[in-house]
Structure formats: structure tokens, C-alpha cells
């Protein structure tokens, strides 16, 4: 190609190597992902975000970057239930369990579950999801706390990049501020501490301040990530505080700044704690897996990539 450099001649010398050795996925035939029209220029044009990819990026994004290509599976028993448990509330605000039930049961022979075992014990425990949403939605109307939408859109510009999305609920809080909740149907709950810190929250909360959400005014109150998919008898509760306008600051500065990262084109590997449960970790040189090629047809053996120069994607040590 016009203008590759050696590395690039070096890493199209070695696939070709790999390719006649019979190693899959060397042959760029088999490259799916591949465009097949003009790559876009990442530098030109505005940029559309949603708060989950701010935040899948701030945590890797090598991580972000292959998921958003591609590199996911498809929905599963886990995500369906969550689908389906967030759209009973938005169609049931109130969380009248009997109401919420009618919803579940129009959507639930799209969950493909069958009548067996599995189904009846992904059945209870949504159950025991509504359960907990109706108990907390009836201690919040008892705070007087005033429902003002389910997934409510919104979309705002921060100096070219636009952060658009929903925010699963938003209230008005007893003092008249808006708050903003985050419903989570996962196994575990997040961290007090993480709560504080969560990108999306703080995307929402710059939302209402914004004046983006459609017909909602006021100052924010705060966020809230609501999980009932957890162990727990009741809900749990993480809150992050409302911001002052040095947070709100701060959350702008940090979208300009994963605005510039992802038009960049260089895509850092950053090893956490998502490593556990990374989609893409066979693509990550920071893995094991990921710093092999799979092995040819036939055999057992692995075929270990030269020189990391070879690869687009760095780790932190490299960036170093």
C-alpha cells in the first residue's frame, strides 16, 4: 500500500509465511472484518458516542475497539433476562408487580428458554427482580420522589463529540433536583467507590445539565445504580453524588479526551480487572492467547508472533 512502512512489508511478508503454512486467519481472504469500501478518516467530522462505549474505552481501549468491529457474541440467557426485567419498568414506572408480570410474560417465549428446568429457574429469578423493584419503587413514592421518564433520550455535543443514549429512569427528587437511575439485573453489584467514579452516571448527570433530556428540567440530584439481580432480599442502592461544576468539568474533559483517543487510531491494552471476562482476549497482546496465532489445521502446536512491532495494538508497558 501507498506509503507502509517497513513493518508494515515485514508484518505482509510474515502472514504470507503463515498463510502458506496453513495457519487460519493469515490469509487476508479471511478477514470478514475487513472494509470494503473507503476507510473513513477518524480526524475528519464529528463523533457520536454512547456513555457505555465511554466507559468500555476508559476501561481498555484495545477492549473497546475490537468489541465495537466486531469481537462480541451474541445475546445471551443473562442479557435477554436484563432486556426484558428494563422493559417491564419502563412500561410499568410504578413497579406494580402484577402489571410488571404482563410484560415479562408477552416477552418471554422470545427468550427461546424452553419449558424445562432452565426456564422455570431463569423464571424465579426474575420474579425475585420484580419483586425488589416494586418494593423500592414504592419506598421512593413514599419519599416523594416523582417519576419523570423511562428510557428517556438524550444528545449532547461536547467540542465535536456527541455522547447519545437513554437513561433507563430519571426522577425528581423530593427537593426538586433530577435524578437519574441506572437499572443493573448482573449477579454482583458494584463497589461504593465505583459507584462515585461511574462514567455513565456522570454522562447522565451532564445530560440533565445540559438540558438534554426532552422536557425535563432542573438542576442534577445525583445518580443511582439500582441493582436487583443480586443474591441480596432487597435492592441495592450505589449512589454518586450530584456534581458541582468542577465535576461536570472534569466529565467533559474526560469525553474530549476519549473523543481524541478514538479518532487517533492507536488503541492502548489496558490489563484490569475486566481481563476475567474479556470477549476479545485472544486478540490482546497483553494474554497469553493473545500473543499466539491459532495453531495450523491438523496440529496442536501454536505458532508464536514475532516482534510486537507487528501489531497494531500496544500495551501500556510499550506505551511506556
Not at 427468550?111 to 423464571?123: I, M
Request: negative net charge.
Amino acid at each position: 500500500a501507498a506509503g507502509a512502512g517497513p513493518d508494515a512489508a515485514g508484518a505482509a511478508l510474515l502472514l504470507a509465511r503463515l498463510a502458506d503454512a496453513g495457519v487460519r486467519g493469515a490469509d487476508p481472504a479471511e478477514w470478514s472484518w475487513l472494509p470494503t469500501g473507503p476507510v473513513p478518516d477518524r480526524q475528519v467530522g464529528d463523533l457520536a458516542v454512547s456513555p457505555s462505549a465511554v466507559e468500555k474505552y476508559l476501561r481498555c481501549p484495545l477492549q473497546w475497539y475490537l468489541t465495537a468491529s466486531g469481537g462480541t457474541v451474541p445475546q445471551g440467557t443473562a442479557q435477554g433476562l436484563g432486556t426484558l426485567v428494563h422493559a417491564a419498568l419502563e412500561e410499568v414506572p410504578d413497579a406494580d408487580v402484577p402489571a410488571l408480570r404482563v410484560v415479562v410474560e408477552q416477552g418471554w417465549e422470545d427468550l427461546e428458554l424452553g419449558d424445562g428446568w432452565v426456564s422455570r429457574h431463569q423464571r424465579r429469578r426474575v420474579e425475585d427482580m420484580l419483586a425488589k423493584l416494586s418494593v423500592w419503587a414504592a419506598q421512593q413514592r413514599a419519599a416523594g420522589v416523582e417519576v419523570l421518564g423511562s428510557e428517556v433520550p438524550f444528545s449532547y455535543t461536547v467540542d465535536g463529540v456527541t455522547v447519545r443514549g437513554t437513561v433507563d429512569r430519571v426522577e425528581r427528587t423530593a427537593d426538586g433536583g433530577v435524578r437519574v437511575v441506572d437499572l443493573k439485573t448482573g449477579r454482583s453489584a458494584a463497589s461504593a467507590a465505583d459507584a462515585r467514579e461511574n462514567p455513565q452516571l456522570q454522562l447522565y448527570q451532564l445530560a440533565v445539565e445540559s438540558g438534554a433530556l426532552e422536557g425535563i428540567v432542573g438542576a442534577p440530584a445525583g445518580g443511582l445504580l439500582l441493582f436487583v439481580g443480586t443474591p441480596a432480599r432487597k435492592a441495592a442502592e450505589r449512589v454518586q453524588p450530584a456534581p458541582g461544576e468542577d465535576g461536570l468539568e472534569a466529565v467533559r474533559e474526560r469525553v474530549r479526551e476519549v473523543g481524541a483517543g478514538m479518532r487517533a487510531g492507536s488503541f492502548v491494552a489496558r490489563p484490569g480487572s475486566a481481563c476475567q471476562r474479556c470477549l476479545v482476549a485472544s486478540s490482546c497482546p497483553t494474554t497469553p492467547q493473545g500473543r499466539r496465532t491459532p495453531p495450523p489445521a491438523g496440529t496442536g502446536a501454536p505458532v508464536a508472533l514475532p516482534d510486537p512491532a507487528v501489531r497494531q495494538a500496544i500495551t501500556e508497558e510499550d506505551a511506556a
